[in-house]
């Protein structure tokens, strides 16, 4: 059974930094990401990292987020700066195998006060 776990979420102002690890139980997916999901909103993909190390982002995020991946330690990390209240949710981590978005961790909130 595969397991991913996040950690990291928490409160912080506006204009703060988080950080946020997934670390998953077996050897790394080619493509990993982390999705988020306000209340009353669907869920979004935020940023996606796959085995070459290459990089997508929600535009709402670009240039304050940023995803990376260690293999040797099968996590994950989203580095988020310069934050503001919209990107308060619940973060996921996600990765996929054949094609689809299969495995999810239970999800970390991180709250952003104004």
């Known amino acids: 059974q595969v397991q991913l776990v996040e950690s990291g979420g928490g409160e912080v102002q506006a204009g703060g930094s988080l950080r946020l690890s997934c670390a998953a139980s077996?050897?790394?997916?080619?493509?990993m990401g982390w999705y988020r999901q306000a209340p009353g909103k669907q869920r979004e993909l935020v940023a996606r990292?796959?085995?070459?190390?290459?990089?997508n982002y929600a535009d709402s995020v670009k240039g304050r987020f940023t995803i990376s991946r260690d293999n040797a330690k099968n996590t994950v990390y989203l580095q988020m700066n310069s934050l503001k209240p919209e990107d308060t949710a619940v973060y996921y981590c996600?990765?996929?195998?054949?094609?689809?978005?299969?495995?999810w961790g239970q999800g970390t909130q991180v709250t952003v006060s104004s």
């Open positions: 996600a990765a996929v195998e054949l094609g689809v978005w299969k495995y």
């Open positions: 990292v796959f085995s070459d190390r290459s990089t």
């Open positions: 077996r050897s790394m997916f080619v493509s």
